[in-house]
């Protein structure tokens, strides 16, 4: 079981998602949270994050280049999933997380997609 965070501001995302993990292995909890900058690496009133899934463009960022360093600044140290709505190229990690996987939203499409995606992410 792992608590996945996912920071993205269209709640499409997360219905697509939930779908998806009703039909994964384990019995994994998704928390949906539309700013980073209300990410909460100690859990606050929800449970601690084992993976959190990052949008690229999650306002007022634009890119990871300035939602990276709030993630960071969180305290998280755990992997990190980046996503966009296109392909992309990995952005430098300067921030000192682990960058787990920089993928497309649409390889999340299938629940043996989003399994593989889990499994690799979360080791």
Request: glycine content about 6%; charged content about 20%; hydrophobic content about 45%.
């Amino acid at each position: 079981m792992a608590n996945i965070t996912l920071i993205d501001d269209d709640p499409t995302e997360a219905l697509v998602l939930e779908g998806m993990l009703d039909h994964v292995d384990g019995d994994h909890t998704l928390r949906h949270i539309t700013r980073v900058e209300d990410f909460d690496a100690s859990g606050g009133a929800a449970p601690s994050a084992d993976l959190v899934l990052l949008d690229r463009r999650i306002p007022p960022h634009e890119a990871f280049d300035t939602s990276l360093p709030v993630l960071a600044a969180s305290g998280y140290r755990g992997p990190v999933v980046l996503m966009s709505a296109s392909e992309f190229p990995a952005p430098e990690n300067r921030h000192g997380l682990t960058i787990a996987a920089a993928i497309s939203k649409s390889q999340l499409l299938t629940p043996n997609a989003v399994d593989a995606l889990l499994k690799r992410s979360l080791g």
